[in-house]
T-cell receptor, first 111, second 116 residues
Framework: SQQGEEDPQALSIQEGENATMNCSYKTSINNLQWYRQNSGRGLVHLIL?????REKHSGRLRVTLDTSKKSSSLLITASRAADTASYFCATVLTGANNLFFGTGTRLTVIP | DADVTQTPRNRITKTGKRIMLECSQTKGHDRMYWYRQDPGLGLRLIYYSFDVKDINKGEISDGYSVSRQAQAKFSLSLESAIPNQTALYFC???????????????FGPGTRLTVL
């Protein structure tokens, strides 16, 4: 079964708006990562947040982590058409070595 | 040049055929992974290898086998392909440095496999 689930499954916004997608997971984690996938291509790592961190920024990306709620959110500010892609959260479970991927959010940014 | 390459990029085969997908990396990473991606299911781990002598089953290893020929090469085989193995397959690498949260993964471009 999937460790993480993203919400919403699909999101469509206008260029310049902010996009927020959420990830919920089931068990204790070491860290949580967000990846981006352009259609049919390999995933690209965006940002990693450790279990003892609550918020992290990278350019137009802002990630929050609430371990008490077992959830994370990814905010993309001032979206661009080039941000159109699928976004996946992935968790490294406590004591484990592998990533468990969520089901992804498909983001469409309309020019 | 790409750091993680996969061959072939596309493959159509028939039920019962043996298929090998290959992955090579120039990143110098010890850890390598094989995933499959199906629509709506995200990525699922098939096999992973932490070094040349270490091979581990992932979430969905049945029907697959792997070979780690060298630090830079990790192959995935379908001994007798079946239609429900039609999927997008990704190879990935990582440094394995979990401490400090640096163990992110680097993905190849994927192989689209169709089993008829």
């Amino acid at each position: 079964s999937q460790q993480g689930e993203e919400d919403p499954q699909a999101l469509s916004i206008q260029e310049g708006e902010n996009a927020t997608m959420n990830c919920s997971y089931k068990t204790s984690i070491n860290n949580l990562q967000w990846y981006r996938q352009n259609s049919g291509r390999g995933l690209v790592h965006l940002i990693l947040i450790r279990s003892n961190e609550r918020e992290k920024h990278s350019g137009r990306l802002r990630v929050t982590l609430d371990t008490s709620k077992k959830s994370s959110s990814l905010l993309i500010t001032a979206s661009r058409a080039a941000d159109t892609a699928s976004y996946f959260c992935a968790t490294v479970l406590t004591g484990a070595n592998n990533l468990f991927f969520g089901t992804g959010t498909r983001l469409t940014v309309i020019p | 040049d790409a750091d993680v390459t996969q061959t072939p990029r596309n493959r159509i085969t028939k039920t019962g055929k043996r298929i090998m997908l290959e992955c090579s990396q120039t990143k110098g990473h010890d850890r390598m992974y094989w995933y499959r991606q199906d629509p709506g299911l995200g990525l699922r781990l098939i096999y992973y290898s932490f070094d040349v002598k270490d091979i581990n089953k992932g979430e969905i290893s049945d029907g697959y086998s792997v070979s780690r020929q060298a630090q830079a090469k990790f192959s995935l085989s379908l001994e007798s392909a079946i239609p429900n193995q039609t999927a997008l397959y990704f190879c990935a690498t990582s440094t394995g440095v979990v401490a400090g949260g640096r163990d992110t993964q680097y993905f190849g471009p994927g192989t689209r496999l169709t089993v008829l």
